[in-house]
């Protein structure tokens, strides 16, 4: 098993230093206008839909999440409450996202930008994606152009969901860490509230700032907590008509209570009857108890030593924090469409510069290899979901466990956590 982690690290590493010379962002906005340039001529020659060749399922229109928004600040206007009722949807659907975003409508915005508002959320993700990754080298280039064009990040750019805007701000986040100064490094949770408040979930990752050495930042990160609480305690009859509107479904989409829904089916013959809450709870149990377990055995392996240098607190490492807490976040506590998986993309700086610069007798870099591996390939098996009736979510637990692991071999010891680290920008 030693010798496969070690060729595919190996692998990876050498693709990873390729072509140094060549900007990798070029070879990432490529592939991207190439995907694009195939699906429309598909459409324009022959009049053929191509999003279900390239695993994503069609919607019955483009940028179908945006419209959901735009039409709500149309109903808005006339006086409905869209969380409730919103029948400027053409589809009749409720507003599936928090109220603030109803601050929309003081731009004037109404159905007819839907189109133009998707564009500009589809260019503020490529934007934030290549001043995330900042300058690569070709070969990084083509495993994030892979990540990129793979189906659940392509259909969160073809929906134009939220989930896409919120990436962008959290790389605003790990953007004013990467700046290093002592303002800009306490703002930085802010701006994870600031996410917080446009879907929820982006508050697991709060905790990343407790393990990169740096006190203000820890207390900023904590004073975000708190305030989250009372923004959650005040709006809470709109977080419960949110999560009952919200639709939640097998494929296309991740969550530890998948699996375990689909083995009491085959054992017991029969979906899962009880309450949704009690299912969710259930499914947490063996994600809990796996995740303690590898985190351990990982830690005692693979953790700092004693006297060993503990990582600098970089800008690349909040963003594995980041990405990582929110994914096993989400994964233990909802079921979520593939589109979430958006945030994966925030660990990949991490993982490569770990796969291409850790010591080749270093298993820690093997354990990277096969946590970037492991990511790339949840962000594609998901369109395979209906062909391998729900076998694809054990990728989705080997990425949990994987970037559990990956956290606990990389998480400073306890005593140097106390021990703020020196400042720089990177």
Request: proline residues 6%.
């Amino acid at each position: 098993m030693r010798r496969v982690d070690g060729t595919l690290t190996s692998r990876l590493a050498r693709l990873l230093a390729s072509w140094p010379g060549l900007d990798g962002r070029v070879v990432v906005l490529g592939a991207v206008a190439v995907y694009v340039a195939i699906a429309g001529l598909a459409r324009l020659l022959w009049d053929v839909d191509p999003r279900p060749w390239l695993g994503v399922p069609p919607g019955p229109s483009l940028f179908f999440d945006t419209r959901n928004i735009t039409a709500a600040l149309e109903c808005r206007r006339l006086g409905y409450d869209p969380l409730v009722e919103n029948p400027c949807d053409p589809w009749d659907r409720p507003m599936f996202y928090p109220r603030g975003w109803l601050l929309l409508r003081w731009l004037g915005l109404d159905q007819s930008d839907t189109t133009a508002l998707g564009m500009l959320i589809v260019v503020l993700f490529l934007a934030s994606l290549c001043l995330l990754t900042g300058r690569i080298s070709a070969g990084e280039g083509i495993v994030v152009a892979v990540a990129i064009c793979s189906p659940a990040v392509m259909l969160a750019l073809e929906r134009a969901n939220m989930d896409v805007v919120l990436f962008s701000v959290l790389v605003l986040a790990v953007l004013l860490w990467r700046r290093g100064t002592t303002v800009s490094r306490i703002l930085s949770p802010f701006v994870v509230l600031l996410a917080a408040t446009g879907k929820l979930y982006p508050v697991f990752g709060l905790p990343a700032y407790a393990l990169l050495r740096h006190r203000r930042a820890a207390l900023a990160a904590a004073t975000c907590g708190l305030v989250f609480l009372i923004y959650v305690a005040v709006t809470l009859d709109d977080v419960r008509t949110v999560a009952t509107t919200a639709t939640q479904g097998q494929y296309y989409s991740y969550g530890a209570r998948i699996l375990i829904g689909q083995v009491y089916h085959l054992v017991v013959g029969q979906d899962w009857q009880g309450a949704s809450m009690a299912a969710q709870a259930i499914a947490a149990v063996p994600l809990l108890l796996l995740a303690v377990s590898v985190w351990v055995w990982f830690r005692r392996r693979l953790g700092p030593g004693v006297g060993e240098v503990s990582p600098a607190p970089t800008a690349e490492l909040l963003g594995f924090y980041l990405g990582t807490l929110i994914y096993v976040g989400t994964f233990a506590v909802f079921k979520n469409y593939d589109y979430r998986l958006v945030y994966l993309l925030l660990t990949l700086p991490q993982l490569m510069q770990w796969v291409r610069q850790g010591r080749p007798d270093d298993p820690r870099r093997s354990l990277a290899g096969l946590g970037l591996a492991a990511v790339v390939l949840g962000l594609w098996i998901g369109t395979l979901s209906q062909q391998l009736n729900l076998l694809d979510e054990l990728v989705s637990w080997a990425v949990a466990g994987l970037l559990v692991a990956l956290s606990a071999a990389s998480v400073p010891r306890l005593s140097t956590l106390l021990t703020p680290a020196r400042s720089g920008s990177r």
